[in-house]
Protein backbone atom coordinates (compact mmCIF):
# COMPACT_ATOMS: atom_id res chain seq x y z
CA UNK A 1 0.00 0.00 0.00
CA UNK A 2 2.86 2.64 0.67
CA UNK A 3 4.22 1.61 -2.69
CA UNK A 4 1.07 2.53 -4.19
CA UNK A 5 0.69 5.66 -2.59
CA UNK A 6 3.88 7.25 -3.04
CA UNK A 7 3.22 5.70 -6.93
CA UNK A 8 0.39 8.09 -7.20
CA UNK A 9 2.02 10.71 -5.76
CA UNK A 10 5.03 10.60 -8.02
CA UNK A 11 2.27 10.21 -10.90
CA UNK A 12 0.16 13.07 -10.22
CA UNK A 13 2.87 15.42 -9.09
CA UNK A 14 5.10 14.99 -12.36
CA UNK A 15 2.12 15.12 -14.30
CA UNK A 16 1.03 17.87 -12.91
CA UNK A 17 4.44 19.60 -13.53
CA UNK A 18 4.56 18.52 -17.12
CA UNK A 19 1.24 20.20 -17.93
CA UNK A 20 1.98 23.07 -16.33
CA UNK A 21 5.71 23.49 -18.35
CA UNK A 22 4.47 22.65 -21.73
CA UNK A 23 1.56 25.24 -20.86
CA UNK A 24 3.65 28.10 -20.61
CA UNK A 25 5.09 27.12 -24.49
CA UNK A 26 1.83 26.69 -26.00
CA UNK A 27 0.16 30.14 -23.92
CA UNK A 28 2.77 32.08 -25.38
CA UNK A 29 2.47 30.01 -28.76
CA UNK A 30 -0.85 31.13 -29.56
CA UNK A 31 -0.94 34.61 -27.94
CA UNK A 32 1.87 34.98 -31.06
CA UNK A 33 -0.14 32.96 -33.65
CA UNK A 34 1.71 30.11 -33.77
CA UNK A 35 0.51 27.15 -34.48
CA UNK A 36 0.22 24.09 -31.97
CA UNK A 37 0.43 20.67 -34.01
CA UNK A 38 0.52 18.44 -30.61
CA UNK A 39 0.12 18.97 -26.57
CA UNK A 40 1.11 15.95 -25.16
CA UNK A 41 1.18 14.54 -21.39
CA UNK A 42 4.45 11.55 -21.68
CA UNK A 43 5.66 10.43 -24.74
CA UNK A 44 4.32 9.12 -27.70
CA UNK A 45 6.93 7.14 -29.05
CA UNK A 46 6.73 5.23 -32.36
CA UNK A 47 3.19 6.90 -32.38
CA UNK A 48 1.36 4.79 -29.61
CA UNK A 49 -0.57 6.65 -27.99
CA UNK A 50 -2.78 6.11 -24.53
CA UNK A 51 -4.97 8.96 -25.54
CA UNK A 52 -5.43 11.24 -28.84
CA UNK A 53 -8.10 13.84 -29.57
CA UNK A 54 -7.21 12.97 -32.96
CA UNK A 55 -8.68 8.73 -32.62
CA UNK A 56 -11.37 7.83 -34.13
CA UNK A 57 -13.72 7.04 -30.81
CA UNK A 58 -13.36 10.52 -29.46
CA UNK A 59 -13.98 12.11 -32.53
CA UNK A 60 -17.38 10.48 -32.67
CA UNK A 61 -18.13 11.34 -29.12
CA UNK A 62 -16.85 15.23 -29.79
CA UNK A 63 -17.07 15.50 -33.80
CA UNK A 64 -15.15 19.56 -33.58
CA UNK A 65 -12.37 17.39 -33.02
CA UNK A 66 -11.52 16.96 -36.19
CA UNK A 67 -11.14 20.69 -36.78
CA UNK A 68 -9.04 21.45 -33.77
CA UNK A 69 -5.55 22.96 -34.64
CA UNK A 70 -4.23 20.69 -31.61
CA UNK A 71 -3.95 17.54 -31.13
CA UNK A 72 -4.10 16.73 -27.28
CA UNK A 73 -3.15 13.47 -26.32
CA UNK A 74 -1.74 11.21 -23.45
CA UNK A 75 1.74 8.82 -24.72
CA UNK A 76 2.75 5.86 -22.87
CA UNK A 77 6.79 6.23 -22.07
CA UNK A 78 6.63 8.38 -18.78
CA UNK A 79 9.69 10.37 -18.98
CA UNK A 80 8.17 13.76 -19.41
CA UNK A 81 5.69 15.49 -22.14
CA UNK A 82 6.11 18.07 -24.99
CA UNK A 83 4.50 20.94 -26.85
CA UNK A 84 4.88 20.32 -30.70
CA UNK A 85 5.15 24.11 -31.85
CA UNK A 86 5.08 24.39 -36.07
CA UNK A 87 8.22 25.57 -37.52
CA UNK A 88 10.60 24.75 -34.34
CA UNK A 89 13.43 22.49 -34.54
CA UNK A 90 12.77 20.62 -31.09
CA UNK A 91 13.22 17.08 -29.82
CA UNK A 92 11.03 15.66 -32.75
CA UNK A 93 13.96 16.20 -35.45
CA UNK A 94 11.21 16.73 -37.58
CA UNK A 95 13.27 18.03 -40.66
CA UNK A 96 10.61 17.61 -43.68
CA UNK A 97 8.32 20.75 -42.16
CA UNK A 98 11.81 22.88 -42.03
CA UNK A 99 12.90 21.23 -45.58
CA UNK A 100 9.14 23.32 -46.61
CA UNK A 101 8.69 26.78 -47.38
CA UNK A 102 8.05 28.81 -44.35
CA UNK A 103 4.77 30.39 -43.10
CA UNK A 104 3.36 32.61 -41.46
CA UNK A 105 1.96 30.81 -38.87
CA UNK A 106 5.63 28.66 -37.99
CA UNK A 107 7.61 29.72 -35.15
CA UNK A 108 10.85 30.32 -37.00
CA UNK A 109 9.50 33.15 -39.28
CA UNK A 110 8.66 35.02 -35.75
CA UNK A 111 10.31 38.06 -34.52
CA UNK A 112 13.45 36.78 -32.14
CA UNK A 113 11.11 38.75 -28.91
CA UNK A 114 8.47 36.38 -29.43
CA UNK A 115 10.12 33.21 -30.01
CA UNK A 116 12.19 34.36 -26.82
CA UNK A 117 8.84 34.44 -24.73
CA UNK A 118 7.79 31.05 -26.37
CA UNK A 119 10.72 29.52 -25.00
CA UNK A 120 10.67 30.64 -21.51
CA UNK A 121 7.38 30.13 -21.12
CA UNK A 122 7.75 27.12 -19.75
CA UNK A 123 10.41 27.85 -16.95
CA UNK A 124 8.12 30.93 -15.94
CA UNK A 125 4.64 29.09 -15.35
CA UNK A 126 7.06 26.47 -13.52
CA UNK A 127 7.87 29.36 -10.89
CA UNK A 128 4.70 31.13 -11.07
CA UNK A 129 3.21 27.67 -9.92
CA UNK A 130 5.90 27.27 -7.26
CA UNK A 131 4.71 31.40 -6.26
CA UNK A 132 1.22 30.10 -5.82
CA UNK A 133 1.57 27.16 -4.13
CA UNK A 134 3.67 28.34 -1.51
CA UNK A 135 1.69 31.57 -0.94
CA UNK A 136 -1.30 29.05 -0.98
CA UNK A 137 0.42 26.95 1.55
CA UNK A 138 1.32 30.43 3.69
CA UNK A 139 -2.04 31.42 4.24
CA UNK A 140 -3.38 28.32 5.31
CA UNK A 141 -1.03 26.14 7.09
CA UNK A 142 1.56 29.27 8.30
CA UNK A 143 5.35 28.22 8.10
CA UNK A 144 6.47 25.94 10.75
CA UNK A 145 9.76 24.90 11.66
CA UNK A 146 12.21 23.73 14.72
CA UNK A 147 14.78 26.62 15.47
CA UNK A 148 18.51 25.98 15.31
CA UNK A 149 18.01 28.80 18.35
CA UNK A 150 18.46 27.01 21.55
CA UNK A 151 18.52 23.51 19.99
CA UNK A 152 21.22 21.05 20.08
CA UNK A 153 22.90 18.66 17.48
CA UNK A 154 22.91 14.64 17.78
CA UNK A 155 26.39 13.95 15.71
CA UNK A 156 27.45 11.15 13.49
CA UNK A 157 30.57 9.59 13.18
CA UNK A 158 31.38 12.34 10.03
CA UNK A 159 30.19 15.41 11.80
CA UNK A 160 32.56 14.13 14.93
CA UNK A 161 35.52 14.27 12.43
CA UNK A 162 35.05 17.39 10.86
CA UNK A 163 35.03 18.60 14.85
CA UNK A 164 31.05 19.01 15.98
CA UNK A 165 30.28 17.33 19.50
CA UNK A 166 26.79 16.23 20.42
CA UNK A 167 25.42 19.32 22.41
CA UNK A 168 26.60 21.73 20.44
CA UNK A 169 24.13 24.33 19.36
CA UNK A 170 25.47 25.90 16.19
CA UNK A 171 25.54 29.75 16.23
CA UNK A 172 26.32 30.29 12.41
CA UNK A 173 28.37 29.21 8.84
CA UNK A 174 30.87 31.86 8.27
CA UNK A 175 28.76 34.57 8.27
CA UNK A 176 25.27 33.19 7.54
CA UNK A 177 23.36 32.09 10.99
CA UNK A 178 20.53 29.20 9.99
CA UNK A 179 17.46 29.54 11.01
CA UNK A 180 16.07 26.66 10.39
CA UNK A 181 17.67 23.11 12.04
CA UNK A 182 16.41 20.64 9.12
CA UNK A 183 18.31 22.72 6.84
CA UNK A 184 21.75 22.63 8.95
CA UNK A 185 23.59 20.24 6.56
CA UNK A 186 21.78 21.25 3.62
CA UNK A 187 23.51 25.10 4.39
CA UNK A 188 27.04 23.56 5.37
CA UNK A 189 27.15 21.71 1.79
CA UNK A 190 25.59 24.73 0.00
CA UNK A 191 27.41 27.63 1.50
CA UNK A 192 30.88 26.46 0.46
CA UNK A 193 31.25 26.87 4.63
CA UNK A 194 35.04 27.50 6.15
CA UNK A 195 33.96 27.68 9.50
CA UNK A 196 31.32 27.48 12.17
CA UNK A 197 30.83 29.00 15.05
CA UNK A 198 29.31 26.74 18.19
CA UNK A 199 28.21 26.79 21.66
CA UNK A 200 29.94 23.97 23.15
CA UNK A 201 29.08 23.66 27.06
CA UNK A 202 29.61 27.33 28.10
CA UNK A 203 32.54 28.13 25.51
CA UNK A 204 31.99 29.51 22.04
CA UNK A 205 34.15 27.39 20.00
CA UNK A 206 35.23 28.01 16.23
CA UNK A 207 35.37 24.70 14.08
CA UNK A 208 37.47 25.19 10.51
CA UNK A 209 35.78 23.28 8.06
CA UNK A 210 37.72 20.99 5.72
CA UNK A 211 35.53 22.11 2.45
CA UNK A 212 37.43 18.61 0.39
CA UNK A 213 34.79 16.91 2.58
CA UNK A 214 31.83 18.24 1.17
CA UNK A 215 31.09 15.43 -1.18
CA UNK A 216 31.10 13.05 1.97
CA UNK A 217 28.27 16.11 3.80
CA UNK A 218 26.54 15.20 0.85
CA UNK A 219 26.04 11.42 0.39
CA UNK A 220 25.98 11.09 4.20
CA UNK A 221 22.67 12.20 5.95
CA UNK A 222 21.90 12.80 9.93
CA UNK A 223 25.04 14.59 9.81
CA UNK A 224 22.95 16.76 12.62
CA UNK A 225 20.11 14.95 14.59
CA UNK A 226 18.09 16.90 17.16
CA UNK A 227 19.86 16.14 20.46
CA UNK A 228 16.13 15.72 22.61
CA UNK A 229 16.30 14.81 26.22
CA UNK A 230 14.20 11.55 26.99
CA UNK A 231 11.77 13.45 28.64
CA UNK A 232 8.48 12.03 28.93
CA UNK A 233 5.05 13.44 26.93
CA UNK A 234 2.63 11.05 27.12
CA UNK A 235 1.73 7.41 28.47
CA UNK A 236 -0.50 5.51 26.16
CA UNK A 237 -3.11 3.14 27.70
CA UNK A 238 -1.84 0.69 25.05
CA UNK A 239 1.74 1.17 26.63
CA UNK A 240 3.71 -2.00 28.61
CA UNK A 241 4.13 0.34 31.27
CA UNK A 242 0.51 2.15 31.38
CA UNK A 243 -0.69 2.58 34.78
CA UNK A 244 3.73 2.39 36.24
CA UNK A 245 3.93 5.65 37.83
CA UNK A 246 5.30 7.79 34.63
CA UNK A 247 4.32 10.36 34.21
CA UNK A 248 4.37 13.61 31.68
CA UNK A 249 7.75 15.63 31.91
CA UNK A 250 9.87 12.77 33.89
CA UNK A 251 13.49 13.12 32.02
CA UNK A 252 14.96 9.63 32.06
CA UNK A 253 18.80 10.15 32.74
CA UNK A 254 19.99 6.58 33.44
CA UNK A 255 18.58 3.01 31.75
CA UNK A 256 20.01 0.63 34.49
CA UNK A 257 23.28 1.95 35.27
CA UNK A 258 23.86 3.36 31.44
CA UNK A 259 23.82 7.55 31.37
CA UNK A 260 21.34 8.63 29.08
CA UNK A 261 21.93 12.12 28.06
CA UNK A 262 19.44 12.11 24.89
CA UNK A 263 17.08 10.00 23.61
CA UNK A 264 19.60 8.95 20.95
CA UNK A 265 21.57 7.63 23.38
CA UNK A 266 18.56 5.06 24.70
CA UNK A 267 17.90 3.45 21.37
CA UNK A 268 21.11 0.69 21.51
CA UNK A 269 20.62 0.48 25.29
CA UNK A 270 16.97 -0.66 25.10
CA UNK A 271 17.49 -2.66 22.18
CA UNK A 272 19.91 -4.67 24.07
CA UNK A 273 17.09 -5.27 26.77
CA UNK A 274 14.10 -5.99 24.58
CA UNK A 275 11.50 -8.55 26.13
CA UNK A 276 12.77 -7.73 29.65
CA UNK A 277 12.27 -5.34 32.63
CA UNK A 278 15.25 -2.44 33.74
CA UNK A 279 15.58 -0.13 36.44
CA UNK A 280 15.53 3.52 35.17
CA UNK A 281 16.24 6.87 37.09
CA UNK A 282 14.35 9.84 36.42
CA UNK A 283 14.23 12.95 37.71
CA UNK A 284 10.83 14.67 38.37
CA UNK A 285 11.03 18.35 39.48
CA UNK A 286 13.29 18.37 42.10
CA UNK A 287 12.92 14.55 42.88
CA UNK A 288 15.14 11.75 41.64
CA UNK A 289 13.16 8.36 41.32
CA UNK A 290 13.81 4.74 40.30
CA UNK A 291 11.47 2.64 38.88
CA UNK A 292 11.31 -0.88 37.16
CA UNK A 293 10.11 -0.32 33.65
CA UNK A 294 8.78 -3.13 31.21
CA UNK A 295 10.32 -3.19 27.90
CA UNK A 296 8.80 -4.47 24.74
CA UNK A 297 10.63 -6.91 22.24
CA UNK A 298 10.73 -3.80 19.82
CA UNK A 299 12.81 -2.44 22.71
CA UNK A 300 10.44 0.52 23.62
CA UNK A 301 9.15 1.38 26.80
CA UNK A 302 5.89 2.43 25.35
CA UNK A 303 6.18 6.13 26.02
CA UNK A 304 5.53 9.61 23.64
CA UNK A 305 8.28 11.70 23.90
CA UNK A 306 7.75 15.54 24.93
CA UNK A 307 8.18 17.17 21.74
CA UNK A 308 10.47 19.96 20.89
CA UNK A 309 9.02 23.50 20.32
CA UNK A 310 7.60 24.07 17.01
CA UNK A 311 8.04 27.45 15.70
CA UNK A 312 5.12 28.86 12.93
CA UNK A 313 5.10 31.98 11.50
CA UNK A 314 1.07 32.97 10.60
CA UNK A 315 0.01 34.81 7.29
CA UNK A 316 -2.74 36.09 6.24
CA UNK A 317 -3.66 35.92 2.43
CA UNK A 318 -2.27 39.67 2.08
CA UNK A 319 0.56 38.71 3.52
CA UNK A 320 1.41 35.36 1.71
CA UNK A 321 1.87 37.23 -1.35
CA UNK A 322 5.30 38.52 -0.79
CA UNK A 323 6.40 35.69 1.41
CA UNK A 324 5.56 33.12 -0.69
CA UNK A 325 7.50 35.41 -3.72
CA UNK A 326 10.57 35.42 -0.95
CA UNK A 327 9.94 31.98 -0.39
CA UNK A 328 10.08 30.54 -4.19
CA UNK A 329 13.27 32.90 -5.10
CA UNK A 330 15.12 31.73 -1.75
CA UNK A 331 14.11 27.53 -3.28
CA UNK A 332 15.52 29.06 -6.78
CA UNK A 333 18.77 30.06 -5.13
CA UNK A 334 18.99 27.07 -2.64
CA UNK A 335 18.97 24.76 -6.13
CA UNK A 336 21.25 26.82 -7.78
CA UNK A 337 24.07 26.38 -5.19
CA UNK A 338 23.07 22.75 -5.35
CA UNK A 339 23.56 22.60 -9.22
CA UNK A 340 26.76 24.27 -9.00
CA UNK A 341 27.88 21.54 -6.75
CA UNK A 342 26.63 19.22 -9.01
CA UNK A 343 29.45 20.73 -11.74
CA UNK A 344 32.00 20.55 -9.32
CA UNK A 345 33.88 17.57 -9.46
CA UNK A 346 35.72 17.61 -6.08
CA UNK A 347 32.27 17.76 -4.48
CA UNK A 348 31.33 14.63 -6.13
CA UNK A 349 27.54 15.91 -5.42
CA UNK A 350 26.82 14.07 -9.25
CA UNK A 351 26.76 10.90 -7.15
CA UNK A 352 23.51 11.98 -5.52
CA UNK A 353 21.78 13.30 -8.89
CA UNK A 354 18.56 10.91 -8.50
CA UNK A 355 15.40 9.89 -10.96
CA UNK A 356 12.32 9.13 -10.31
CA UNK A 357 13.12 6.63 -7.87
CA UNK A 358 14.48 9.05 -5.50
CA UNK A 359 12.03 11.62 -6.54
CA UNK A 360 9.41 8.97 -4.96
CA UNK A 361 11.16 8.29 -1.78
CA UNK A 362 10.90 11.79 -0.63
CA UNK A 363 6.90 11.35 -0.53
CA UNK A 364 5.70 10.52 2.50
CA UNK A 365 3.96 6.78 2.98
CA UNK A 366 0.53 8.62 3.31
CA UNK A 367 -1.09 10.96 2.30
CA UNK A 368 -1.18 14.61 3.29
CA UNK A 369 -1.79 17.73 1.70
CA UNK A 370 0.88 20.13 3.10
CA UNK A 371 3.80 17.61 2.61
CA UNK A 372 2.66 16.94 -1.27
CA UNK A 373 2.06 20.77 -2.28
CA UNK A 374 5.80 21.82 -0.56
CA UNK A 375 7.29 18.47 -2.57
CA UNK A 376 5.34 19.73 -5.82
CA UNK A 377 5.99 23.13 -5.41
CA UNK A 378 10.19 22.45 -5.01
CA UNK A 379 10.22 19.84 -7.93
CA UNK A 380 8.25 23.08 -9.92
CA UNK A 381 11.52 24.90 -9.03
CA UNK A 382 13.68 22.15 -9.97
CA UNK A 383 12.31 21.80 -13.12
CA UNK A 384 12.32 25.05 -14.01
CA UNK A 385 16.20 26.15 -12.82
CA UNK A 386 16.58 22.66 -14.79
CA UNK A 387 15.28 23.88 -17.92
CA UNK A 388 17.20 27.35 -17.93
CA UNK A 389 20.80 25.39 -18.49
CA UNK A 390 22.03 26.27 -21.68
CA UNK A 391 21.86 22.24 -23.22
CA UNK A 392 20.26 22.90 -26.92
CA UNK A 393 17.98 20.02 -25.85
CA UNK A 394 16.19 21.86 -22.78
CA UNK A 395 14.68 25.32 -23.01
CA UNK A 396 17.86 26.64 -22.08
CA UNK A 397 19.52 26.48 -25.15
CA UNK A 398 16.65 27.93 -27.50
CA UNK A 399 17.00 31.21 -25.21
CA UNK A 400 20.47 31.39 -25.16
CA UNK A 401 20.16 30.88 -29.19
CA UNK A 402 17.54 33.50 -29.56
CA UNK A 403 19.30 35.97 -26.97
CA UNK A 404 22.51 35.39 -29.08
CA UNK A 405 20.54 36.78 -32.01
CA UNK A 406 18.85 39.15 -30.65
CA UNK A 407 22.28 40.68 -29.40
CA UNK A 408 24.38 40.49 -32.52
CA UNK A 409 21.16 39.85 -35.17
CA UNK A 410 22.55 36.72 -36.57
CA UNK A 411 20.21 34.46 -36.76
CA UNK A 412 22.01 30.43 -36.53
CA UNK A 413 21.19 28.47 -39.07
CA UNK A 414 19.03 25.58 -39.36
CA UNK A 415 21.29 22.58 -39.81
CA UNK A 416 23.55 24.45 -36.38
CA UNK A 417 20.28 24.00 -34.75
CA UNK A 418 19.55 20.49 -36.02
CA UNK A 419 23.07 19.42 -34.69
CA UNK A 420 23.35 21.23 -31.60
CA UNK A 421 19.83 19.59 -30.37
CA UNK A 422 21.26 16.52 -31.32
CA UNK A 423 24.22 16.69 -29.05
CA UNK A 424 22.09 18.59 -26.35
CA UNK A 425 19.70 15.16 -26.53
CA UNK A 426 22.86 13.08 -26.14
CA UNK A 427 24.12 15.05 -22.81
CA UNK A 428 20.57 15.15 -21.50
CA UNK A 429 20.10 11.07 -22.05
CA UNK A 430 23.29 11.20 -21.01
CA UNK A 431 22.21 12.88 -17.17
CA UNK A 432 19.43 10.42 -17.21
CA UNK A 433 21.43 7.59 -17.16
CA UNK A 434 24.03 9.00 -14.75
CA UNK A 435 20.44 9.74 -12.21
CA UNK A 436 19.33 5.95 -12.88
CA UNK A 437 22.39 4.29 -12.22
CA UNK A 438 23.20 6.61 -8.97
CA UNK A 439 19.43 4.89 -7.96
CA UNK A 440 20.19 1.64 -8.77
CA UNK A 441 23.44 1.66 -7.32
CA UNK A 442 22.14 3.00 -3.82
CA UNK A 443 19.37 0.31 -4.16
CA UNK A 444 22.11 -2.23 -4.32
CA UNK A 445 24.32 -0.66 -1.69
Known amino acids: MIVLIKTLQVILALSLLILIHEFGHFFFAKIFGIRVDKFYLFFDTGDFKLFSTKSKWFIRLCP????????????????????????????????????????????????????????AGGVFMNFLLAICIYIGILAGWG????????????????????GFRTGDQILSFDDYKPEN??????????????????????????????????????????????????VIGEVPETSVNYGQDLLPGDQIVRIGEEKVEYVQDSRPLLQSLAGNTSSITII????????????????????????????????????????????????IGGYLQDLKL??????????????????????????DWLSFLNIVAMLSVMLGVMNLIPIPALDGGHIAFTLYEIITRRKPSDKFLMVTQIIGMILVFGLMILAFGNDIFRLFR
Open 64 to 119: KAEKWETEYGIGWLPLGGYCKIAGMIDESLDTDQMASEPQPWEFRTKPAWQRLFVM
Open 143 to 162: ESYISTEGNKVYVNELAYEM
Open 181 to 230: FAMLQADLARNNVSKATVIRQTDTVDLYIDQNRIGEVLQTPGMFDLALPF
Open 284 to 331: RQSDTLVKEVKIDTAGHIGVLLQQPEIRTKEYNLLSAIPAGFKKTFST
Open 342 to 367: VFTPRTEAYKSVGSFISIGKIFPSSW
